[in-house]
Structures are given as C-alpha cells and as structure tokens.
C-alpha cells in the first residue's frame, strides 16, 4: 500500500492514524520466494514535525515459512516488527547518500508500506532456521528425513586421508 504524504505535510502538528493493510504475499529475498504464512495490518502513526519532516511509527507482525537448515521442513517464523522513522523532506538526494540513508521505500511523498516491512524484515531475518535444537537432518545416503524415522543406510564416515591403509587390510583379509 502506498500513502500520500502530502496531505499530512500541508498541516503542521498533524497526527494520523492508518491500519495499512500488508500486500506482500511472499518474501524474496537472495533468490528464495519464503510464503508468508500470515501477516497483520501495519498501525502507522503518521505526524507532522513541521519544517518538511514527518515521523513514522507502526508495528505489525508478520510470519514466514522459512526451511529448516539441516531437515529442510519448514519452520514458521515471527517477526515482530516495531518502526519509528523521522523523514527530512529538506535533505537531497546528494545529503541521503552521504548519510547512508537507504529510504527505498519513499518516492517523492509516498510512503510504500510493503517495501518499508520488506527492508524490517531482512535486517531481522535468521541466518540460521533449526526446526528444534536436535534436528537429525537429512541422510546423505538415500536424502530421508531423519527426524520422522531411521532409514538402513550406512552412515560410517571414512576419512579418505586412511583409504591406502584400507586397501592393504582389504587386500590382506581372509575370504
């Protein structure tokens, strides 16, 4: 959702209120598409500082369905996100990039909604997603989940640097 900023700038003092509803139906995010399992409206508060600044403050929760890292079963994930922003209309765009303000998600005095969400959403995002602190993961023989049963596979790792010693044992064993 986008909102017009320029009618809360014309009023200096002026507070309002929107339940801004969340358009974003998934998350994209370094070349993944995780859905979004459900997601609330945005409560902003909207308020004219005076001299073209505005600040933005709303909170929402949102959850994803993000995989596990070593099972690959997805794990519902909440963010509970909390913003409060101060918008400077008077900076340029030469004064933003030596701050380093990343504001993509104003245009001229539109606030996009869901891109504002998406940049609170990756800064929160895990680098790490475990369905539960002893996830058994994957068998990397046959690829069965090992947390829903066990599979017949033989799962002895060998170091490959003892592979010669192997061989002679091998070579040397009784028929």
Do not use: W
């Not at 990039?97 to 504002?116: F, H, M, P, Q, T």
């Amino acid at each position: 959702m986008v909102i017009d900023l320029a009618q809360i700038m014309s009023i200096k003092g002026k507070v309002q209120q929107i339940d801004a509803p969340l358009e974003l139906e998934t998350f994209d995010f370094e070349g993944t598409s995780y859905p979004i399992k459900e997601k609330n409206p945005v409560r902003l508060t909207i308020t004219n500082l005076g001299e073209r600044k505005v600040k933005v403050e709303g909170e929402t929760t949102v959850s994803l369905n993000i995989p596990c890292n070593r099972c690959l079963d997805d794990v519902e994930t909440c963010f509970d996100i909390k913003i409060s922003k101060d918008l400077d209309f008077n900076d340029t765009e030469e004064d933003r990039i030596k701050e380093l303000d990343e504001a993509n998600y104003i245009s001229g005095y539109n606030l996009d909604v869901d891109k504002l969400i998406f940049d609170e959403i990756v800064i929160d995002f895990p680098l790490h997603t475990l369905c539960k602190e002893d996830c058994k993961g994957l068998c990397k023989v046959c690829g069965a989940n090992r947390n829903h049963g066990s599979c017949d596979c033989d799962d002895t790792v060998l170091d490959p640097r003892m592979s010669v010693i192997r061989d002679i044992f091998n070579n040397f064993k009784e028929v």
